[in-house]
Structure formats: C-alpha cells, structure tokens
C-alpha cells in the first residue's frame, strides 16, 4: 500500500509510534487496551501513553507493511510491533505533506454546516485538523495568526520568542525553564491580545491563535517529556 493512501491520523500514528520505539518507550509486541467505543491506550516506559482512536489504524499500517503483527496465546488477538518501514518514517522528511493536511480539512469541513454564516464563518484551519496537527504545523500557524492580533509594538518580541521555542524544541537542546519562560511570555501577548479585541472582528482570530497556543503549548509538554 503507497504511503499516499494513508489518511492524517495513520501518518501520525505510525511517526509516533517509530519515535517512541527509537527512544526505547515503546513497549513491543504493541497490545492496546480499550478504553471505550472508540478509544485505545498504549502503555508506554514513560510516565506518558498513546492514546487513539480507532484500532483499525493499526490494521491498515500493517497492510502498508508499517506494522507487522504476531497473535497471542490464544490465537485471538493481534499484537503489533513496528517494522524496518515503520522506522524509515522518521527520516522521509516528506512522509506528511501539506497535501494530508489539505484533504482532512476539506474532509471534515463537508461535514460541517452553519445555520447563518454571516454569524459563525468557517475557519481556515478547522479545530479537527489542529487537534492532530504537529509541532511543526501548529508553530506555523501560530506564528501567522499572532502577527495578525498581536500589537506590533510587542510583535518583534513574541515573534522571537516562537522562533526561540521552535529552536529549542526541535534540536533538543535548551532547559526547559527556557522554553516556559517563552511560553509564558506568549500566552501573555495573546490573552492581552483578546482583551485589547473585545467584540471587534478580531475576537475570533485571537480566540483561535490562543488554542493554536494551548496545543502548541501541550505538544512541547509530550516533546520534552519524550527526551
């Protein structure tokens, strides 16, 4: 199965997985727990676990050749564990593109309908898609949406403090009293940001940039945990 034919959720799924595996976390053969209907836990050598959604994920990464599989001792249920293909996610800097982005946005935005539009106009990037975006989307995302809300007199220096994070972050090197010292700094800018809107038509940019914030905010937690 082409790695095209993988949706959003099952890129990110296996990218997850492989990283954890490199970084000794993942605990092999995979045996996910159900938590409800649609809800599955990894338990993971960390004081972190996987969750997801649907545990036909995992079936479709072993079609792909993403996953392999070995049954249990009662022949009854699969266990998973992550293959040579699986790991070469991690460096195929292209495995997700902006195009994975592009169709679930426009999946779950033909979902979705709105009694008055003039009232409640559809976002650019729905809530869906943010939700299961990486730290590299979410920062810029972030990044466009302060340089629409924030002043410019502080601007410059929120700007810089992203830039700071996403360095930090992203070559694994910084305390983390660096990175929440930003962070705080920037969650700073934003609420003063809403305040400063009031009910004006930015109101509902500042209100998305500071979720944009709070999952950005949240992925730096798992990144940092993950070390």
Known sequence: MNA????LRQKKLIQQLAELK???Q?????????LGLMSYVIYL????????????????????GYLGFQWNRSGVT??????????????????ITPADYDR??????????????????????????????????????LKVLTTEVVSKPNLEEVTAKINLTEKLI?????????????????????????RENGHTNQTQTAARAL??????NQEIILQQGLR
């Open 78 to 95: 699969k266990l998973y564990f992550v293959t040579d293909l699986g790991m070469s996610v991690l460096d195929d800097p292209h495995f």
């Open 211 to 216: 979720l944009v914030f709070s999952l950005w």
């Open 170 to 194: 992203e070559r694994k090197t910084g305390k983390c009293s660096e990175t929440q010292e930003a962070i705080q700094l920037i969650g700073q800018q934003l609420l003063l940001a809403i």
């Open 26 to 34: 993942l605990i092999e053969p995979i045996n996910p727990f159900p």
């Open 45 to 64: 050598r960390s004081k972190f676990n996987l969750r997801f959604e649907s545990l036909s994920d995992l079936e479709i990464l072993t079609l792909a």
């Open 22 to 24: 490199q970084k000794d």
């Open 104 to 141: 679930y946005r426009n999946l779950h935005e033909s979902l979705e309908f709105f009694d008055d539009i003039s009232e409640q106009p559809p976002m650019d990037d729905s809530i869906q898609s943010l939700v299961t975006a990486d730290f590299k989307y979410l920062t810029q995302t």
């Open 4 to 7: 095209n034919k993988l949706n």
